[in-house]
């Protein structure tokens, strides 16, 4: 099955700091979208990047995707106290016509002041 | 902005009772989704719903499971027989290209 795999699991890094995390999945997409959630909260929607697109930016957030390694990044840059979350990239599969997505585990950012 | 909303915001319930989450989409959406996250567990698909019916289901939304658009605005997902797995955390979530989440509901079956 189709799955969104982010890479690390866990990411500790200090103010100021740039953090980058990863997603791999395994078959075509239509899109892919990155969300964060704060503990024991709800999914914030972050950033959605076409499968013809290959970079977009939102503030501090920029979101490369590659369709030929099946990848995806994120970067959070001059990173703050309160970016501290989990962080999901989720799959919408090219097969799918209602658009279901497919969550990976997460990366945990801990930006420490 | 508009918002997806959810209510109640927890849930606490024995075990076999009928339970009804609820969930309010946007209001120009047309896709919409029920979702859940077991603690510390990933965000599972449960059943998507498009022109007043059910579009895709995954196989946890077995028999026990139900879900209605009753009045054009509400979407609700109804838990027949609530079982002790069936704590969670159940996110709706309502779509025109980009799928926005509710806050979620917490369900604690005891």
């Known amino acids: 099955s189709q799955q969104g795999e982010e890479d690390p699991q866990a990411l500790s890094i200090q103010e100021g700091e740039n953090a980058t995390m990863n997603c791999s999945y395994k078959?075509?997409?239509?899109?892919l979208q990155w969300y964060r959630q704060n503990s024991g909260r709800g999914l914030v929607h972050l950033i959605l990047?076409?499968?013809?697109?290959r970079e977009k930016h939102s503030g501090r957030l920029r979101v490369t995707l590659d369709t030929s390694k099946k990848s995806s990044s994120l970067l959070i840059t001059a990173s703050r106290a309160a970016d501290t979350a989990s962080y999901f990239c989720?799959?919408?599969?090219?097969?799918?016509?209602?658009?279901?997505?497919?969550f990976g585990a997460g990366t945990q950012v801990v930006v420490t002041p | 902005e508009p918002e997806v909303t959810q209510t109640p915001s927890h849930q606490v319930t024995q075990m076999g009772q009928e339970v009804i989450l609820r969930c309010v989409p946007i209001?120009?959406?047309?896709?919409f989704y029920w979702y859940r996250q077991i603690l510390g567990q990933k965000v599972e698909f449960l059943v998507s719903?498009?022109?007043?019916?059910?579009?895709?289901k995954s196989e946890i939304f077995d028999d026990q499971f139900s879900v209605e658009r009753p009045d054009g605005s509400n979407f609700t997902l109804k838990i027949r027989s609530t079982k002790l797995e069936d704590s969670a955390m159940y996110f709706c979530?309502?779509?025109?290209?980009?799928?926005?989440f509710g806050p979620g509901t917490r369900l604690l079956v005891l």
């Open positions: 979530a309502s779509k025109w290209e980009t799928q926005y």
């Open positions: 078959t075509s997409i239509n899109n």
């Open positions: 990047i076409r499968s013809n697109e």
């Open positions: 989720a799959t919408a599969a090219a097969t799918d016509s209602w658009g279901k997505l497919q």
């Open positions: 209001s120009n959406h047309l896709y």
């Open positions: 719903f498009y022109n007043n019916e059910i579009s895709e």
